[in-house]
């Protein structure tokens, strides 16, 4: 494929829209995908869109298919289990190390305020807009903790993770609303990190990653639901 085009502003927003509905669960799962539906449903043409395609293809959202087009990729149990594992590991020590900057003095003023403005922000769960916001500022939320814990290089990370968690919270979500619970979570963390107590900001945030894979993995792989979890990649 052409650099030029694959690096192109028209196969930028061809991938940031397609992203953003594969993310949100608009196409779902499984779905087959054809380069002239998603020009018609982007209003690009078929060039960004192929070019975008295979930039989705390197992330693992979608997967060529030989001589039928592109599918989404599924979401596997090891997914699921690799990813909130990772998330157990790092965010535990990202709020570990952003209670400790709060209580030597080193951790921003600003962070803080950032983190309560997310907190006070209210979602309608019965609402997939709303519920997107939700998890949008979830994102934020747990980006701004590995980033008051002063390691750019680990905000990054938390934020790919929480990209790549994205749609399993979408799946899980539409079978049990949880952003109430979230919520509290996120305002005990947040009194936690104020007080600069880092063992306990670590035990929430594990256990709020932990009642988030808990359930996912309920709402994908229980005897209702409508959704075919592949056992592996």
Same mark, same amino acid.
Not at 24 to 36: D, F, K, M, N, V
Not at 87 to 103: H, K, N, S, T, Y
Not at 117 to 146: K, M
């Given at each position: 494929?052409?650099?030029?085009?694959?690096?192109?502003?028209?196969?930028?927003?061809?991938?940031?829209?397609?992203?953003? *509905?594969?993310?949100? =669960?608009?196409?779902?799962?499984?779905?087959?995908?054809?380069?002239?539906?998603?020009?018609?449903?982007? +209003?690009?043409?078929?060039?960004?869109?192929? &070019?975008?395609?295979?930039?989705?293809? *390197?992330?693992?959202?979608?997967?060529?298919?030989?001589?039928?087009?592109?599918?989404?990729?599924?979401?596997?149990?090891?997914?699921? $289990?690799?990813?909130?594992?990772?998330?157990?590991?790092?965010?535990?020590?990202? &709020?570990?190390?952003?209670?400790?900057?709060?209580?030597? +003095?080193?951790?921003?003023?600003?962070?803080?305020?950032?983190?309560?403005?997310?907190?006070?922000?209210?979602?309608?769960?019965?609402?997939?807009?709303?519920?997107?916001?939700?998890?949008?500022? #979830?994102?934020?939320?747990?980006?701004?903790?590995?980033?008051?814990?002063? #390691?750019?290089?680990?905000?990054?990370?938390? +934020?790919?993770?929480? *990209?790549?968690?994205?749609?399993?919270?979408?799946?899980?979500?539409?079978?049990?609303?949880?952003?109430?619970?979230?919520? $509290?979570?996120?305002?005990?963390?947040?009194?936690?990190?104020?007080? +600069?107590?880092?063992?306990?900001?670590?035990?929430?945030? =594990?256990?709020?990653?932990?009642?988030?894979? &808990?359930?996912?993995?309920?709402?994908?792989?229980?005897?209702?639901?409508?959704?075919?979890?592949?056992?592996?990649?």
């Amino acid at each position: 494929m052409d650099d030029a085009l694959s690096a192109s502003p028209l196969a930028d927003r061809a991938a940031m829209l397609l992203r953003a *509905d594969i993310l949100a =669960c608009r196409l779902a799962p499984g779905a087959t995908l054809s380069e002239i539906a998603l020009a018609a449903r982007t +209003g690009l043409g078929r060039a960004p869109i192929r &070019a975008a395609l295979s930039r989705l293809a *390197d992330e693992g959202l979608v997967r060529a298919l030989p001589r039928r087009g592109w599918v989404v990729s599924v979401v596997t149990l090891r997914d699921i $289990h690799e990813v909130f594992e990772l998330r157990l590991i790092l965010e535990g020590e990202a &709020a570990r190390r952003a209670a400790q900057a709060v209580r030597s +003095g080193a951790g921003s003023a600003g962070g803080l305020a950032r983190l309560e403005a997310i907190v006070q922000q209210g979602y309608d769960p019965a609402d997939l807009d709303s519920t997107l916001a939700f998890l949008a500022a #979830n994102r934020g939320f747990h980006v701004a903790i590995a980033e008051l814990a002063g #390691n750019q290089r680990l905000a990054r990370q938390v +934020g790919r993770l929480l *990209d790549e968690s994205s749609r399993m919270l979408v799946l899980g979500l539409a079978r049990r609303d949880r952003t109430r619970e979230m919520a $509290h979570e996120h305002q005990a963390l947040l009194t936690a990190l104020s007080e +600069g107590d880092g063992p306990e900001a670590a035990a929430i945030m =594990c256990e709020q990653v932990a009642a988030s894979r &808990a359930m996912v993995l309920a709402a994908l792989t229980g005897p209702t639901s409508p959704l075919v979890v592949s056992e592996s990649p």
